[in-house]
C-alpha cells in the first residue's frame, strides 16, 4: 500500500466493460417457468447472462432466489427503460426485486475504535481495486486510525462516545452519514453498542464483525471465554447488525486452530487474522449484491 | 456398516420423487439466448428448475456450459418425447448435451489391490445410500478384500495381475465391465497400470485417486518423494484416468498439515484420510452428473 | 476393512521395541530444575528419551506439566524398580505422576446406538493397527451393529435403553465394564444420558463426541439448531464427560464449511464425517497418554 | 497501522522480562542422556526452562534437536559466562550449537518489488509488536513502496535491477546489507534472480516467498500454470533460499480452495493472502529461532 495513492484505476477499456454489467435479484413464490421468464426479459431487452445463480427454500411451495449478473451494450442508457418494462412481469409473479449497476458504486463509510487490523484490511482491499466501493467517511470514538485514513485522502471523524452521550454521538453519526449519503455502514471494530433507533436507521445495511464463531460466545469478552473453556478452535462472524445482539444474519465465519499454550493475548493475535479475512469477504460480497437476507438467514450467491 | 444388509432403501414417496427428476448437461458456443431457450423448454414440457448451474469460459466468444436439474410429474413417460423435441434446439444452437435420470442409477465397478480403505470408504457411504450409484463388481489383485465385498452381495473377482500379462488381464476385466454393464470404473488405490487401449475404452469413465497433490509427485512412491522434499502439507488428487500419467482432468484435491515428525508410515497414514474423503467426493459428484470435462480440466457444478 | 481377520499383528521386531517404550506424565508446581531432575532420573535408570513436550501454566508460580516418551532395554522387568526409585523423587517435589507402557495396552468399550459410522470408524482404524488398544466389548440399545462387531470377534451386548430404566440399564452396564476390566469407554453417538453415578465410577475415563461446536448448540438436535441459525460452518466435538451436559474437557474440535443450500439432512451427513475423525483423534491421544486434564481443559501433547 | 509512529514499546517490566529470557539450540548426535546433561547445565546456572522441544531424526544412531527456552535473572550479565562454560559440554557431545537472546534483536532487510503485499503483513505485524525484530532496510527495484516505508522510518533504497547489471547491483545490495548489519534477508516478492555469490553470502539468512506450493509449479508464471493445469487448491510456500532455484528447505505452506470459475486474475488474488501470511509466519518462526535447518529441510519447534 502506498500511501498519497490513488485506488489503482482500471483502464477505460474495463471500465468501458463493467459500466454494462447489471445485476438483478428477485424473490418471489416458486413456481415452474419463473427462469424462463426473466431469462426471456433479458434476452428482450438485449442483455447477455453471465452469472446465474439460484436457490429455492424448498421444491414445492418454496421461496425463489436468484441473483443473475448480466452485460448489456449502453446499459446506462437503457436501464430506465428495462426497469420500466420490468414492473409489469414483476406484479404478475409477485416478485421482490432490485437492480443495481456496477457503475453505481455503493458508498462505504467505517467505524473503529482503537484496534484497526479491520480498518487496515478494508483500506488495503480497496486500495488494490478489490472492494468496489467508495469509502466516503472513516468515523472513530479514538484518533488512532486518523494518520493513516487521511493520508488516503478519506475524511475521518473523530467523535468521542460513551454510554452517557449515546443519543447525541449517534444524532451526529447519522448526520454525517446524510451528508455522505452513506449505503453502506461497516462496523470494523467499533466497540459501542448502537441504539435500535439507529440500527433500524440502516436496516440491513449494517455489517459487523463479531470475534466468536457465533452463536458461541455472544457478548462481550469472547476471547477470554473461549480460553476459559478450552476450545481448540477460535473463529469470528460477520454479521448483518439487528436489535438483537449478535444474533443478526450471518455472511461469514472462519477459524483458526489453538491449542492449551495459546494465552488469551495469542488468541487475540490469532482472532485478529480471522477477523480480518471474514470481514473483508462480507462486505466483498455484499458490494457484489451476493446476498439476500431471508429471515434470520443469509443466502450468499458465490 | 452391517454386513448382509442391504442398502438402505428410500421411503416409496422418496423414490417416487426421484424418478421426477432429471439433469441436462449442456455446452454451446455462448450467445445471448441460451438460458433463455432453455429454461423456456423445459418449462413448455411441464418441468420446473430446482437447481441450475452455469459457466461461461469467456464472455465474450466463449464457450457456455449449464447444469440443470429438474422435476416433471411422469418423467418416465414424458422423457423419450421431451428427447426427441430438443434435439431441433440443440442442433440450431450447436449444443453438445446428456439428459439423465435420477432413476437410471449408474452402475459401478471398483479397482482396489492391497489397500482397501478407499474401497471401504465407498462401501460405506454407499450403505449409507448417499452414493446413488449400484456397485456391480469389485475386481482385485489380491484377494484381502473379497471377505467384506462378498458380505455385502457384491460380486468379487479375483484377477491376479503384473506387467507380463497385462494384455489378457485387460482382456478378462473388459469382459466383466461389459458383462456388469459398467457405466464408471473407480480406481480405489488399483496398483497397476493401464494400457492406452483400454484407457480409450472407458473415455472419462475412470476415476483415479492419485496419492498426491497433483502436479506434484507424479508418478511412484509420492509419499516418500513427499518427505524427501520436507513439504508442509500433503494431499490427494482425484482425476479422471488419460493416457498422460496422473495428467487427467483434476475433480478434486486436498491437503494435511504435516511436520519434520511425520516419517513416511506416518505420512501414509495421513494420507489415506485425505485419500478416502477426495476419492469419494470425485466419484459423487461424477454420478450426480456435476462434472463437465473440458480441455484437461473439469468444470464442477457443486 | 476384511471381516473374520485378525488385527494387524505388528512384526515381532516391532513388539520387542514397543515393549521397551514407556511414557511418564508428571504436573507438578513449577521451579526451576524439575527437568533436570527427570532427564537424570531416566538417564540413570538407563533410559534414553525419544520424545518430550512440556507445558507450564504460568512462568512464575505456575503449574509445571510434561511428558515424557523413552526406551529402556528390558522395561518390563526393570520397570517395578524404576517405579520405586521415583517415589521419593515425586515427594520431593509434589508430583502426581502416572506411568504407562506401551506394552499394557488399554482396554476399551465402546457404547453405540443406531447410528454407526463412529464406531465403523473406531473399527477401521483399529483394524489397521492405528488404535492402541484392545476393543473388549461393545455395549448398544439396538441391534444395528451387532453383525459388524461379532464378525470382528468383539463381544457384542445389546442392553435396551430409556430414562424409565436408567438405573437398571447403567447396572448392567457396570457390570460388563467391570468383567471386561475396562480402561476406557468411548460413546460413539451413544444417545442416552449417563447419570451421575455411572460418570463418576468411570471419572476421566469416558469420552463423548458432540455433533456441534461446542459451546454452540449445547443439548439435543444441534444439526437442527446450526440450521435454524444460518452458521456457515458446523463442527463437532470430542470431549470428556462430566456431570454437566457437554461442559466436559474438550480434547478436539473441527469444522466444515455449509452454505444456504445445506438443509438439516445435509449437514448431518457432513456432521458425520466430522464427528469421525474427531472423535478418533481424541481416542487415539487419549490411549498414547497424550492428555492431561487440568480442571475444565485439557492440555494435549501432540 | 499508523503512519509516523513507532512500533508498539513494551512496558518496562515486559522488557525486563524479555532481557532475561534467552534460547539455545543445540543438534548432536542421539545418546542417552543428553535432555539430562543440558537441563542440568541449565539449572546449575540459575535458568528456567519455560519452553523445550526436541526431535530425534531416527530412535537408533539418529541425530538429537533441541531447542530451550529459558529464564534466567541477569542474563545479559551473565550469558558470556553461561557460554564459557558450555563449550566443554559441547565438545565432549560433538554439539553444534546457538545461544541467542531475546534482547538482541535481529537486524532484518526486506527486498521488494511492485506488489507490495507481503512488505505491507510484515509492516503490519511488525508494528503491532508481533514481528520480534528492527526493519532496518527495505530495497527495492520499483518507486511504489518508498511513501510507506519512508512514513514508518525505514531507510529506503532504490536500485534499478535487470539481468545486465546484476552484478553491480548485487554489489550496491551487499554493501548495504553490510552498512546495515543485516542478519535476515526477506524478500517478499522481489522479483529478481540471485547469483550463487549472493546467495552464498547470506546461507540459511534469505527467506523467500514463492507463489506456488512447491514442488509444484517451481519457477516462473505459477499462477498461470496452475490455471492451465486446473488445480481444486492453489498454495504459497516460504522457503530458504539455496543456488536450487525455488528447492531451497521449506519452512512453511498453505492452500486454499479455487474452482473453474477463477482465471489468472482472480488466482493472484487469492495467492495474495496466502503469500501474505505463509511469509510472515516464516519470519516470525525464523526471528524466535524456531527453525533449524537440516539437509534441504526444516526442523520447526512450534
Known sequence: ????????????????QLENRGCLLVKCPDKPGIVSVLSTFLHNHGSNIIE?????SDPENGIFFIRIEYHRENLLIEKENMENDFRDIAAAHDMEYDFSYRNDRKRSAIFVSKETHCLMELLWEWQNGDLDTDIVVVISNHEDARPIVESLGIPFHYIPANKDIR????????GLMDKY?????ILARYMQILTPDFVRHFESRIINIHHSFLPAFIGAGPYERAYERGVKLIGATSHYVTNNLDEGPIIEQDVERVDHR???INLKKIGRQIERRVLAKAVKWHLENRIIVEGNKTIVFH
Not at 446465474?52 to 429455492?56: A, I, K, T
Request: proline content about 0%; charged content about 30%.
Open 181 to 185: 449519503e452513506v449505503d453502506l455502514l
Open 52 to 56: 446465474s445463480s439460484q436457490y429455492s
Open 167 to 174: 443519543k447525541q454521538v449517534e444524532e451526529e453519526q447519522i
Open 1 to 16: 500500500m502506498s500511501i498519497n495513492t490513488q485506488v489503482k484505476v482500471n483502464s477505460k477499456q474495463q471500465q468501458k
Open 262 to 264: 495459546d494465552d488469551v
